[in-house]
């Protein structure tokens, strides 16, 4: 049997990331996979996920299965927090998941099982898993229109696209701090989406994998809550990776909206019956901690605070590195970084260019593009923007100096 199998495709990303891993030269800088790193270039533990995970291990509570549906309490923090108020949460049901990725492809399976077939609508360009997950559950994928030449989101293409959804259609939409792109829709944008949603008749997908990390957690949430408000059924992924920083403890809910609660009386069931074959149940160390901090005032707090921190640390990166570019004459890539938020940006560079970044001065983004701005220390900033400069044969531009590129 094994003889009879082909070679999958390689992940992209990934291919990246272990010939990182084989780079050992002191300036190489890895802008790579999406995990927020302090100033000293380490991914922290936040002190409200430390205290929570010490409060769990004092009352050593129980290891026996959740079940199905996985922590409830978790669960309900999640939709509280999420949703925002007792309309919209009156409306919902949620299933804990194995992180956001696990939310993805349990709501594929959903969709699939509910209109085998149905189409799904993603941003061209999307999150690089959007397209392999609805696939893989049998869905047909089309895309929409996002970015304009100069970066900015493509309204009009977009909405042109997206009037040729049907009914029952499914259309993802990534919540904000958009991956790869970090470029988000306007209000007026989600407005207009909601209205569309609501004349024609789809169905609203939002992947809500970064907030916190744009505008603050509740500017960040507020166009989710405007579409649920708006439309009847609704879908949402959540992952508490990046702003919890549970990257390992892969934790994250499925959240479902209906017009009622009698019209979600099969939905809970239906997605446990999915996750039974899936995964059976979810890990619950990482839904424990979440639900620790969000039902503790202190604690919420305390998370807050350090997750306000981590935005604040993040777009003073990016103000940092426009500025610079500014000083070497690269106006345009400035300007469009300048209109992004949260963890990635997407450098206006070709592959080509993106390579020579990676063999020249050991700068590792994705060949589209895309860097994480969280995976910078600032000292390392002036010789990112010099080594984008180069590649972008700017004249006015110093040559970066390797030797000095890693102090």
Known sequence: MLELLSPPPTDPLFALVA??????????????VGVYRDQTGT????????????RLAERGESKEYRGLSGNQAFNRAMTSTVLGTEDLISRATAIQTVAGTGALNLLAEFVHRTAPGATVWISDPSYVNHRPILESAGLTVRTYRYLDAEGRPDQAGLLRDLGQARRNDVV????????????DLSAEAWDTLAELAAHHGWVPFVDLAYHGLGDGLEADLLPTRTMASRVEEMLIAVSCS???GLYSE??????????????????????????RVLYSMPPEHGAAIVTTILDDPGLYATWRTELDA???????????????????????????LAQQKGMFSMLPLTADQMLRLREQFAVYGTGSGRINIAGVSAHRIPYLANSIATVLDTP???TPDPHLAHH
Do not use: W
């Open 19 to 32: 010939e990182l891993g084989a780079v050992v030269r002191p300036e190489r800088l890895d802008l790579l």
């Open 43 to 54: 991914t922290p533990v936040m002190a409200a996920v430390r205290e929570a995970e010490l």
């Open 172 to 183: 993802l939409i990534q919540g904000c701090c958009h991956n790869p792109t970090g470029v």
């Open 242 to 244: 990046k702003n919890f």
């Open 250 to 275: 892969r934790t994250g809910c499925a959240i479902v909206l209906g017009p009622s609660q009698q019209a979600l009386r099969h939905v809970e069931s239906t997605l446990q019956n999915v996750a």
């Open 310 to 336: 981590m935005r604040t640390r993040i777009n003073a990166n990016r103000s940092d590195l426009v500025a610079h570019l500014d000083s070497l004459g690269c106006d345009r890539p400035a300007g469009i």
């Open 396 to 398: 006015t531009r110093p």
